[in-house]
């Protein structure tokens, strides 16, 4: 079966720094469409970046040049590099993966992770 599993969340300062992982199993990311999504309390679950099978990027306006999304194909893991984090990033996190395309739109993706919790304090 496919399973996707978030870890790495926590609380930090703003300004600070979080790298969160998304370990896969049941299908290689190297050959699928994978992203990052959030979503805060009353708002809706928003793409924030995603990596496609030849290692193409897209990033949400919100988080270009402070967030990074990577494949670690040695360890089927996808990796968000999180830096300068601010208070408005605070939200779960979740990974996806799915074979439609490069996109930050929900219906692109498939396969979802339980998700990881971030807190950015001012």
């Known amino acids: 079966q496919v399973q996707l599993v978030e870890s790495g969340g926590g609380s930090v300062q703003a300004g600070g720094s979080l790298r969160l992982s998304c370990s896969a199993s049941g299908l290689p990311i190297s050959r699928s469409y994978t992203g990052w999504f959030r979503q805060a309390p009353g708002k809706e679950r928003e793409g924030v970046a995603a990596i496609d099978t030849d290692g193409n990027t897209r990033y949400a306006d919100s988080v270009k040049g402070r967030f990074t999304i990577v494949q670690d194909n040695a360890k089927n893991t996808l990796l968000l590099q999180m830096n300068n984090l601010e208070p408005e990033d605070t939200a779960m996190y979740y990974c996806?993966?799915?074979?439609?395309?490069?996109?930050?739109?929900?219906?692109?993706?498939?396969?979802w992770g339980q998700g990881t919790q971030v807190t950015v304090s001012s």
């Open positions: 996806a993966a799915g074979w439609l395309a490069l996109s930050l739109a929900r219906s692109s993706y498939y396969y």
